[in-house]
């Protein structure tokens, strides 16, 4: 009786190390960092939490912005790529949130502002354009047991219960809409491997990160939210499928932007 | 019965992905070694979850298998609703064997032959890989209800578990590495020397009766092309007539099956392809376990089916309208399925 066998062995793999080393064949140039900051804006305002804005004839107030910013890309003028390593990162504006029940019984993720992140190492160069995607990529999202990056089931941006599907959330904006005499509390979700968006922003003028100090893209509320009535559909997950996918579109073409670079 | 006989040596990943750890790395493949051996009769497994098995992750993950810290209140392990000795069911039709005490809203399957099932797991395939699907159980209120955090605190008491992590994942003890181990376990748990298997094997003690013959011929025409191939499944999901109304949305979609994962109207009362492997072992069935015995899948497939706009093309509106003769012979084919050394193989067993 002939077997047929698979040798499993020697697939040695550290997914992350404590010690943070770079991973790139590409020599970094000393001082070549950066600031990545996703301002979030509600047209020409600043984002705030429980603040009312006017969009159209309707009144929003959030409680909650929260999305995975992954796979950041730099693309010098060559066009050749940078990956950022473990660029898995949860951008968020949201007061003190009650997670238990859900990982832990009693567990209060605490309120938090975070629009930057900080990039060293960079390769020298000068830089056209970036590319990140809103969400986790389909084999991390699959499973929740990879570590890289911020890539966590502890702060309530992924699905572990059998309700819905083992995966993260790609990003969740809460409040309340109100126009005339009706309103509505709204949650509107992304998440599922197809509404998986990734965006490609040209800079103004080529970037020498060892000189620009930092890079500012705007992230647009009026236009994550453009075209979806929150009043008429005010919980969006994946059980609406199509509005989720609008919703996730519009985070992958239009609501964000190139802000502004610091020298 | 032949096969043609191949002898094929995989090497799954021979790749050293080491991102550089500052710190020296002596690499002893020795103690990694495991061999996952494929039945000659099975198709090749597949899965990527970057998660090699290794004999000692395996063993790991069985002290965790059979481990009540994992529970809540420490009285409940995995193995208190998956029981080897059912083929890991519980014999019940909906369990109450959780933290909570609370009935479960779905009947426990069986966990046989898990390394090729990489089309979703659980009843409506909404998990992807057994590393996903454990934190379900290990944190659903009315399952094992553990905070994650905990669970890491009282395994690091443990001397024997922070030795063993260490050794397997040269990693601390995190929630990702127990379900690591707890998944190479359960890959490890292949059921294939049923009296089926010898004979398809053509080994001593592969016998089939006239009768079982029969029931095979019966089973291989009505029923294989869902619970298909060797693995008597196709990991696929289907409306096979036990219900016809899918308009209840209660409990966020529940009774709807597939469809609360996949939101596709044609996924209307699907659910996953059972195993028909070990399946008398396995009473009650479906997923709220409503038939308690053979008898019953039987008669429903013959003549019960409730039929509704999903109902599988499969299955004809009226049944398949089995004589007697047929259902005997259906019936004494699938206690061939039963394989003796999966329910008492030691090392599927408590380590303790």
């Known amino acids: 009786m002939k077997r047929i066998l698979i040798f499993a062995f020697a697939t040695f793999l550290f997914s992350s190390c404590d010690d943070n080393d770079d991973t790139t064949d590409v020599q970094p140039v000393e001082n070549a960092k950066t600031t990545i900051t996703f301002d979030a804006r509600v047209g020409n305002a600043d984002f705030a939490l429980n603040k009312d804005f006017t969009i159209g004839s309707r009144t929003y107030n959030f ?189 992958g073409t239009k609501a964000l932007t190139f802000g502004s670079l610091s020298n | 019965m032949k096969f043609l006989k191949k002898n094929l040596l995989y090497t799954v990943g021979l790749s050293l992905v080491l991102t550089a750890c500052g710190k020296e790395e002596s690499v002893d493949p020795e103690p990694l070694n495991f061999q996952f051996v494929v039945p000659d009769n099975f198709p090749q497994p597949v899965w990527d979850t970057e998660n090699p098995m290794t004999r000692n992750g395996i063993e790991l993950g069985r002290m965790l298998f059979y481990d009540v810290r994992l529970s809540g209140n420490n009285k409940i392990s995995c193995a208190s609703c998956h029981d080897q000795k059912l083929a890991f069911s519980d014999g019940k039709a909906l369990s109450s064997n959780g933290v909570s005490g609370t009935v479960l809203h ?53 001397p024997e578990y922070v030795k063993q992590f260490d050794l397997v994942f040269e990693d601390k003890i995190s929630s990702q590495n127990i379900v690591k181990a707890l998944a190479q376990f359960q890959r490890t748990l292949v059921s294939s020397n049923s009296r089926y298997d010898k004979f398809r094997r053509n080994e001593p003690g592969g016998d089939l009766s006239p009768t079982e013959l029969h029931g095979l011929e019966l089973v291989r025409q009505k029923c294989q092309s869902c619970h298909a191939g060797e693995l008597f499944t196709d990991n696929s999901f289907h409306n096979n007539g036990i219900d016809a109304d899918f308009d209840n949305d209660q409990y966020e979609g529940l009774f709807q099956g597939r469809f ?70 259906i019936m004494a084919f699938l206690k061939t399925l039963t394989d003796e050394e999966f329910v008492t193989n030691s090392e599927f067993s408590s380590p303790r």
């Open chain 2, 106 to 158: 779905r009947h426990t399957p069986a966990l046989i032959n898990l390394a090729w099932a990489n089309n979703g797991l659980f009843w409506d395939g909404g998990s992807t890989n057994l590393e996903s699907q454990a934190f379900g159980p290990l944190t659903a209120a009315d399952e094992m209800q553990q905070d994650l955090f905990e669970l890491v605190d009282e395994l690091n008491n443990v």
């Open chain 1, 63 to 251: 409680s909650k912005l929260r999305y995975w910013v992954s796979n950041v890309t730099l693309i010098d003028a060559k066009g050749t790529e940078y990956l950022i390593p473990d660029s898995y990162y949860l951008m968020e504006e949201v007061g003190d949130l009650n997670l238990s029940g859900t990982i832990s019984d009693s567990l209060t993720y605490p309120a938090r502002k975070r629009e930057s992140i900080d990039v060293e190492d960079i390769p020298a160069g000068e830089y056209k354009s970036i590319k990140f995607s809103i969400g986790i990529d389909a084999k991390h999202n699959d499973n929740l047991s990879l570590q890289a990056g911020e890539l966590s089931i502890a702060n309530g941006m992924s699905n572990i219960a059998w309700m819905w599907h083992t995966s993260y959330i790609f990003s969740s904006v809460a409040g309340s809409v109100k126009e005339g005499t009706t309103s509505a509390s709204f949650l509107a979700e992304t998440g599922l491997n197809a509404n998986y968006k990734t965006v490609s922003i040209d800079f103004a003028a080529p970037v020498n990160f060892s000189t620009a100090k930092g890079l500012v893209l705007n992230l647009d509320i009026t236009k994550v939210i453009d075209g979806i009535d929150l009043i008429k559909t005010p919980k969006v997950n994946a059980a609406q499928a199509a509005v989720m996918s609008a919703l996730a579109t519009n985070y």
């Open chain 2, 260 to 329: 609360r994962v996949s939101y596709n109207p044609a996924d209307l009362g699907s659910f996953k392809t059972p195993t028909l492997r070990n399946v008398a072992l396995t009473a009650p069935y479906m997923h709220d376990g409503r038939f308690t015995n053979l008898e019953d899948v039987i008669d429903h497939y013959s003549q019960k089916i409730l039929v509704s706009p999903t109902l599988d093309k499969q299955i004809p509106n009226n049944g398949f309208q089995f004589s007697v003769v047929e259902k005997e012979a």
